[in-house]
T-cell receptor, first 108, second 114 residues
Framework: AQRVTQPEKLLSVFKGAPVELKCNYS??????LFWYVQYSRQRLQLLLR??SRESIKGFTADLNKGETSFHLKKPFAQEEDSAMYYC??????????FGAGTRLTVKP | DVKVTQSSRYLVKRTGEKVFLECVQD?????MFWYRQDPGLGLRLIYF???????EKGDIPEGYSVSREKKERFSLILESASTNQTSMYLC?????????????FGQGTRLTVV
């Protein structure tokens, strides 16, 4: 079975502190992983994808195949980062499954 | 710049009613998805479709069916609505066969079954 686990439902940090949102996956093939974000009253949207190795809004995520993880990190959290974050696994190039999500709150 | 449109933002239906949720995308995407979003459970895939008239069951298809008669439209049907189907429903679309694909989401339909 292909599964995505986000162990933290809620995460709260102070502005300027580092933040790490955890994501673990189980998949026997070669994974394509993504992070999606949903800000208050907005649509769910793509934040970043592992294949691009990009940094978006200061966030990065590294695929660790040995630990089957794709944790999202940012060295200095900002208040505008407060949102719901979903890790997603694409398998067979078409089927996309999401984790349970983590609500990040960045306090002033 | 709306790309995926769901027909209703809010719906209130009675138990036992047949409910249709409509989704239209204008990006010529082959893949379309229906998820339900519940607190603590995240997005759970109900059905997805990779082509017209094609459909695949997701993790929670029970109580739901879908219809894809045209490429741009994907409908979710609740044959006999029940209170445990009260939820936020999200439609999404993506390109077929592209590992770099991005899924585009609609604004969501909040369904309440009373």
């Amino acid at each position: 079975a292909q599964r995505v686990t986000q162990p933290e439902k809620l995460l709260s940090v102070f502005k300027g502190a580092p933040v790490e949102l955890k994501c673990n996956y189980s998949y026997s093939g070669s994974p394509e992983l993504f992070w999606y974000v949903q800000y208050s009253r907005q649509r769910l949207q793509l934040l970043l994808r592992h294949i691009s190795r990009e940094s978006i809004k200061g966030f990065t995520a590294d695929l660790n195949k040995g630990e089957t993880s794709f944790h999202l990190k940012k060295p200095f959290a900002q208040e505008e980062d407060s949102a719901m974050y979903y890790c997603a696994l694409l398998y067979n190039n078409n089927d996309m499954r999401f984790g349970a999500g983590t609500r990040l709150t960045v306090k002033p | 710049d709306v790309k995926v449109t769901q027909s209703s933002r809010y719906l209130v239906k009675r138990t036992g009613e047949k409910v249709f949720l409509e989704c239209v995308q204008d990006m010529d995407h082959e893949n379309m998805f229906w998820y339900r979003q519940d607190p603590g459970l995240g997005l759970r895939l109900i059905y997805f479709s990779y082509d017209v008239k094609m459909k695949e069951k997701g993790d929670i298809p029970e109580g739901y069916s879908v219809s894809r008669e045209k490429k741009e439209r994907f409908s979710l049907i609740l044959e006999s609505a029940s209170t445990n189907q009260t939820s936020m429903y999200l439609c999404a679309s993506s390109l077929w066969g592209d590992p770099n694909t991005e899924a585009f989401f609609g604004q969501g339909t909040r369904l309440t079954v009373v």
